[in-house]
């Protein structure tokens, strides 16, 4: 039996959305999310509801179903989604920075600038690269083509036209299944005691229990709600590691929250029937400072624990 190590290491990727809109003298303008001014030659739609619910499209995201506030939209034969939900359910985090008009995204290793002016430009490592993917403002919101984001992540996308649904899926996704989702109520509330016992700590834990894995990472106790932790995603490294994407969200500082002590943590399962029992486990921790990203422990339960 092989032993399951786990490695916790903070990634910190700058891929920066440079939105530089400038309407010209003359031009149509529109204005986006950001309150930022867009060239009159950039696709700008307004729908009303009707339009908006015929032509919404559902986009599942490793299984499960991404929420829009506007949906995505599909016309001209392009799947058209709103970018920033999207990228942050990719894992991305997103801030607009109104000094240089850029949208700001942490994600992976990856530095890409996208700059609107006449047409979409993509820069990615100081390579510029062309597109024939335009972007749309609808509604006031900008909307980039399903295609661009699956090629530049490398997700692999189908299209089901009968319920109108884009899947898209990351390489080496590993399906995996929430406490919520667990069938077995025993199973369930062995999993809610083992949180229990870990919520004043703050870190992951991994254990096995005959043929599923469950992953536990837990943020500690805190002094008001707003605090959050959420498994982003699973994938499989070849040939034995299992690399894990955390979110850990903090209450921003305009959000109100109800003095009373919460101990927020996630939980998932990962059955490993047709999948290679890991040796490694790599932890992706996202949403905190530096410092702390360093300071979270993992621990490791015996492999073939009990509960």
Not at 20 to 36: I, K, P, R, Y
Not at 215 to 223: R, S, Y
Request: net charge negative; proline share 6%; glycine share 6%.
């Amino acid at each position: 039996m092989k032993k399951l190590f786990a490695t916790a290491f903070a990634v910190l990727l700058v891929f920066v959305l440079s939105g530089l809109f400038a309407g010209g003298a003359g031009e149509s303008a529109l204005e986006n999310e950001n309150g930022v001014t867009l060239p009159g030659d950039i696709e700008q739609k307004k729908l009303d509801e009707e339009e908006m619910e015929d032509q919404s499209v559902r986009v599942i995201l490793n299984g499960r179903e991404v929420e829009f506030e506007i949906p995505p939209l599909y016309c001209e034969e392009q799947v058209k989604v709103p970018a920033r939900p999207l990228l942050e359910k990719i894992g991305a985090q997103v801030r607009w920075e109104g000094e240089t008009r850029s949208v700001v995204v942490e994600l992976e290793e990856t530095v890409v600038y996208f700059r609107m002016r006449d047409e979409l430009i993509i820069e990615i490592d100081d390579e510029v690269l062309e597109t024939e993917y335009p972007p749309s403002i609808v509604n006031g919101v900008t909307m980039l083509p399903l295609e661009l984001i699956t090629e530049l992540y490398d997700f692999e996308l189908s299209w089901e036209e009968a319920g109108k649904v884009a899947r898209l899926e990351s390489a080496g996704f590993i399906p995996s299944i929430r406490l919520d989702e667990i069938e077995d109520e025993t199973e369930r509330e062995q999993l809610k005691k083992w949180a229990e016992g870990k919520r004043l700590e703050m870190g992951a834990q991994a254990r096995i229990v005959e043929d599923r894995l469950y992953l536990l990472v837990t943020f500690g106790e805190k002094p008001t709600g707003g605090y959050r932790v959420d498994i982003r995603k699973m994938e499989q490294i070849p040939p034995d590691a299992f690399k894990v994407t955390v979110l850990f969200q903090e209450p921003s500082p305009e959000h109100i929250t109800i003095p009373a002590i919460s101990y927020p943590y996630d939980l998932v399962a990962i059955d490993l029937f047709e999948i290679e029992e890991p040796s490694f486990l790599i932890l992706y921790i996202r949403g905190l400072d530096e410092f702390r990203r360093e300071q979270i422990p993992v621990k490791l339960e015996p492999v073939k624990a009990v509960f």
